[in-house]
């Protein structure tokens, strides 16, 4: 078995559509229904794998080989030997007073992530989890933070600078340092977005998060038109979507004892590459840059 994580870093809107309404919006997108944190269900997240692999050119042999065989009346399904996780949320841009947005993440959401590096067998990597309460949350040894609390979206919140000197321990710019690095990387087209996360990476306390969660997601209204009269036929109606920034993570498992082929292959499709997931693709959504790190995790 090798493990792989996959990080999802969206180029554009992005809109993993759920099952059914929700309330007055039409079409929202994923949630996990215990914590509210948005995610794309792994089944949806194999679906655009498999279809950027048939972009790729990969032959249908090969794509039956990793992500099993297509449905047909014909011939009994089999599985491949990708399995994927659900993609869960790791940080989610926030408008701010200070530097127009930050990325604001949470305990919840870094500890799942340790969690991922774990099963990759890379826990050993990970910084320490910095410690917030529900209504506070921490920042790195920079600019954000002081004695007045700072505007998140809809909220204000005081954010906690690690003590001590420079030699201490300031976890949450060693986790900056990681998500820029590993999430986003040094490609001349991404570096100065991963330099500013490397600086503008929020832990916010449980309690603002849930506001954020549900109140810096974008919401779209449209209407269909008639194609000669110009008048609406349909609508209108309402979409959700995570903004652009927004970075999730997965676990990719591939089964059994993989060719080295087979691994270059999925290497050469899912790092730093640009991939469609979600919907609305002729509404220029779901764009996303995906970087892949290897674990030591095999067999």
Known sequence: MTAFLLYLYAESPLHPGAAASDGALDLPIQREKSTNYPLIWGQSLKGALRQAARDAGWSTSQQKEVFGSEVSDEEESTPGKLAVGDAQLVALPVPTLRRSFAWATSQLALSRLARKYTIIGRGDTVPTIPNTDGKEGACGRGEWGGASPEVLGPCLV????????????????????????????????????????????????????????????????????????????????????????????????????????????????????LLQVGGDETLGKGLVWTRIVEGNRNG
């Open 158 to 273: 005081k954010l906690q600078r690690p003590g001590g000197g420079d030699n201490t321990p300031d976890p949450v710019t060693d986790w900056a340092k990681l998500l820029a690095s590993d999430a986003v990387g040094d490609a001349d087209h991404l570096s100065a977005f991963a330099s500013k996360l490397a600086k503008d990476l929020l832990v916010v306390g449980s309690e603002p998060m849930s506001v954020l969660l549900r109140e810096c997601t974008e919401f779209s209204v449209r209407v269909q038109l008639h194609p000669e009269r110009k008048q609406v036929v349909e609508g209108p109606f309402t979409s959700e979507y995570l903004p652009a920034e927004t970075i999730l993570a997965a676990v990719l498992t591939l089964r059994g004892t993989p060719s080295p082929e087979t691994v270059q292959r999925l290497r050469g499709l899912l790092h730093g590459s």
